[in-house]
């Protein structure tokens, strides 16, 4: 008897590092182009801007550590927004279509980013 697909927890990278078999789907979840970032060195499946979240929360949070907390609390309201509810249920289907969903983004600290909200959200 075969069991149902059970999708794994999409994995966070940065799209600057190298491209891995291992990656599966590779998705950009920013809004803005990677700077410097060739799209053959970025070796994307996909890009889903509209997942990301807006310029304001972006430049209010500023990456810092402090405010992540209440920036994950204000990201999940913007998720609601029809346009990225959209996006993230699309996110959802890759993710329990594929072996494997990474979920890309320039941030330096990646734990602190929209791309790990969006992989706890996905999980």
């Known amino acids: 008897m075969s069991r149902p697909h059970q999708p794994h927890k999409p994995h966070v990278k940065r799209v600057y590092d190298d491209a891995s078999p291992d990656d599966g789907v ?37 990456h810092d550590p402090k405010r992540f907390d209440e920036f994950v609390r204000r990201y999940q309201v913007e998720l609601k927004d029809p346009e990225r509810a959209e996006a993230f249920a699309h996110l959802k289907s890759i993710a329990a279509q594929s072996r494997r969903l990474t979920l890309l983004t320039a941030t330096k600290d990646v734990e602190l980013s929209q791309a790990a909200v969006l992989a706890g959200l996905l999980s």
Request: net charge positive; glycine share 2%.
């Open 26 to 62: 590779r998705v950009l979840v920013d809004r803005v182009w990677p700077r410097g970032l060739t799209k053959e060195r970025a070796q994307l499946d996909e890009w889903c801007k509209a997942v990301a979240p807006s310029t304001e929360l972006r430049s209010w949070y500023s």
